[in-house]
C-alpha cells in the first residue's frame, strides 16, 4: 500500500495535497471522538463545580442574613442596669441565696 501510494506521488504531483488531505481526514475522524468526549467531560466537571459554588454561596448568604437578624434581635434587647461590677455582685448575692436556701 505505501508503495503504491510512493508510485502515485511521484507519478502525479496534485496527488500529494489529495493524499495529505486524505491522511488528515481520517486522522481527524479517529482522533476528534476521543477529543468531543474528552471535552463534554470537561465542560459537565466545569458545569458542576459551578453549580456546587452557586449553592455554597447562596448557603452562605442564607447564613449571613440569619446572622445579620440575631445581631438586630440581640441589639434590640434593652440594657442591663449599672455597671458590670453590679450585675456581679446581685449574681453573687443571688448564688448565695440559693446555696444558703439548699443547705437548709
Known amino acids: 500500500m505505501i508503495a503504491w501510494l510512493l508510485k502515485l506521488a511521484t507519478g502525479n504531483p496534485l496527488a ?3 493524499i495529505a488531505g486524505g491522511i488528515f481526514l481520517a486522522g481527524l475522524a ?3 471522538g476521543g477529543a468531543w468526549k474528552a471535552t463534554d467531560k470537561l465542560i459537565a466537571a ?3 463545580r ?3 459554588a452557586a449553592e455554597a ?3 452562605a448568604r442564607s ?3 440569619g446572622l445579620a437578624a440575631s445581631i438586630a434581635t440581640l441589639r434590640a434587647l434593652p440594657k ?3 455597671p458590670p461590677a453590679e450585675l456581679c455582685d446581685q449574681a453573687r448575692r ?3 441565696d440559693e446555696v444558703g436556701s439548699r443547705a437548709r
Open 16 to 18: 500529494v495535497p489529495w
Open 30 to 32: 479517529a482522533g476528534a
Open 46 to 48: 466545569g458545569k458542576a
Open 50 to 52: 459551578e453549580q456546587r
Open 57 to 59: 454561596v447562596k448557603a
Open 63 to 65: 447564613e449571613a442574613a
Open 80 to 82: 442591663p442596669p449599672g
Open 94 to 96: 443571688l448564688l448565695d
